[in-house]
């Protein structure tokens, strides 16, 4: 078997034209994953509402923060896999799951160089229907489909990894490197908190009152990003030695009128001014790169409501992006892989 790895993170619009963008978030909101409804309810919701409204105000979003190179996702994705490939012997692939960097393609590029056995590595810690599940199960299809005699296998959410959590660790206590702060919010990717109920194979036993994200050895956790979420915070502060009260979770990016997971992190940010805390900072751990959910809506706009309520220094921590460390830790993955199978090959 030749194998060779393929690096999945969630994709940009081609440029900040209204029309790419529309394009872009066209295939994103439509994914029934993203937005769980039936079929003529997102149909209508998104072609009907949010691609007539929406398309010109994330275009003004995506001008603020895109790069000369083009959008940062991408251009930050590039980077760590061209660090990924300098530190490994196999193949590596990119894809986005919307966009014009297609998983189909990245796929195809890898069968080209004579690739059978593929490593998906979705560029996400924690495990959320809207993220890896559906990385995942467009692979499988599209592995079905093009490439019957291809195997895929996948790297499970690693939000508990001591590799990641040194790594996340480090990157927060070096940004943070001689700058005062009175609480260190960890914002994560919101999600509707059906989402949370879809996932839970434990057939209800999810309360969503938050205790039960807490209760060891619950196999129900392996599936709830929730969950995944609290416990990226709670092995952060352990291993920062965070005192109790002085940092916290919160859920940034939600959309419709359906109940999100809280709390949200607008409001979070807000309250927090207003109850007299003059200096905070921000790390965003649902991401690995940074993109317009961290540099725009918290490093832009979350700063303008800190500052709005009385607060005055805001410090905004960059994802782990193409950090040395961060490349070393998914080469080893890949590498521990790679020399796992040619043992059983």
């Known amino acids: 078997m030749s194998k060779g790895v393929l690096l999945v993170n969630l994709g ?10 529309k394009k872009y978030l066209g295939e994103f909101l439509m994914d029934p994953r993203v937005i769980d409804v039936p079929l003529w ?24 923060i895109w790069w000369e190179e083009g959008s940062p996702l991408i251009v930050l994705s590039e980077r760590l896999q061209k660090k990924v490939a300098d530190r490994t012997s196999v193949p590596i692939g990119l894809a986005m799951r919307y966009g014009a960097m297609s ?30 599940e ?11 489909e093009h490439f019957p005699n291809m195997k895929i296998t996948d790297v499970p959410a690693f939000y508990n990894k001591p590799e990641y959590i040194e790594v996340l660790s480090g990157s927060i206590k070096e940004h943070l490197e001689g ?26 036993n999810c309360k969503m009152d ?17 969950h995944q ?29 359906d109940p999100w997971l809280k709390p949200y992190t607008d409001r979070t940010i807000e309250r927090m001014g207003k109850e007299g805390i003059k200096k905070m900072a921000i790390v965003t751990p649902a991401f690995v790169s ?35 460390d961060w490349a070393e830790v998914v080469a080893n993955w890949i590498n521990e892989w790679v020399s796992v199978k040619t043992q059983l090959v």
């Open 41 to 64: 309810a997102r149909t209508l919701l998104v072609k009907g509402i949010i691609l007539n409204t929406r398309p010109k105000k994330s275009a003004a979003a995506y001008k603020k």
């Open 229 to 257: 979420c609290e416990m990226t915070t709670v092995q952060v502060a352990k291993k920062l030695g965070l005192k109790n009260g002085t940092y916290s979770t919160s859920f940034q990016s939600r959309l419709g009128f």
């Open 210 to 226: 938050g205790k039960c994200c807490f209760k060891k050895g619950s196999k129900q956790h392996e599936f709830c990003y929730r």
């Open 103 to 132: 998983i189909k393609k990245g796929l195809q590029e890898l069968h080209d160089k004579g690739v059978n056995e593929v490593m998906i590595v979705p560029l996400y810690p924690q495990f959320a229907m809207a993220t890896t």
């Open 290 to 324: 940074d993109c317009l959910e961290t540099l725009e809506e918290i490093a832009m706009e979350g700063e303008e409501i800190f500052h709005e309520v009385g607060g005055k220094e805001f410090t905004t921590i960059p994802c782990l992006n193409d950090r040395d």
């Open 179 to 204: 700058i005062e702060y009175e609480h260190l919010l960890f914002s994560y990717h919101g999600v509707p908190e059906r989402h949370i109920r879809k996932s839970d194979i434990s057939n209800g």
């Open 134 to 144: 559906t990385i995942l199960v467009l692979a499988e299809e599209l592995r079905a």
């Open 12 to 21: 940009s619009p081609d440029s900040t034209d209204p029309k790419d963008v």
